[in-house]
């Protein structure tokens, strides 16, 4: 049986943010009563996966998010950059409501998943995954034959996804969108063989008690 890497890509609890309706990018927006509740059941749901490392975006929602796994399997968070949400720039801490009144342009770029598009003031997803892909390839690389947690965005995950899929490597790109819940989890296995498996998306059965 050829060598598996494990990849497990967990986005962050309920940010106060996200509660409030309310554009993340790279604001260092804390987690909500309801977020640190889901990080806790995310932590014992993963305790025993016997993990090698843990990855973390450097925002205080994903840090707070992986805190509970940390401690639980003495583990260090590495936090990164590299695995922020895309910056929404001009909209950053607004509400949707807020956002699509006062730029409704970059608002609607941003809904048609224009790959392309850079926010202004922000990013493209492109230049997303730029950042996202090159550090997670190197730390895929580093842990070979690992079980990796990496705690990161809804967006982000949905980029990594598809690069892990292979899907962003066509010349043209179609719009397409990977949901991530708040504490959803998208397990890969990727083999030596150059086989990847998807074990399953946005996996929320561990936070039905809430």
Known sequence: MPLATNVLLIRHGQSKGNAERRFGGHTATPLSARGHRQAELTARTLKS?????IYSSDLARAIETARPLSNLTGLPIHGTNAFRERSVGVMEGLTFEAAAQQHPEQYAA???RDFEHVLTGGESYRQLLDRARQK???????????????FSHTGTICILALHLMGA?????????WISSANCGITRFELREDGFVRVLNVNDTSHLSAI
Request: glycine letters at 6%; zero cysteines; charged letters at 30%.
């Open 49 to 53: 996966e016997s993990l090698t490392a």
């Open 110 to 112: 941003l809904l048609r």
């Open 136 to 150: 997670l390839d190197d730390i895929i690389e580093q842990n070979r034959g690992g079980k990796i947690a990496v």
């Open 168 to 176: 962003l490597d066509a010349p043209e790109l179609k719009p397409v």
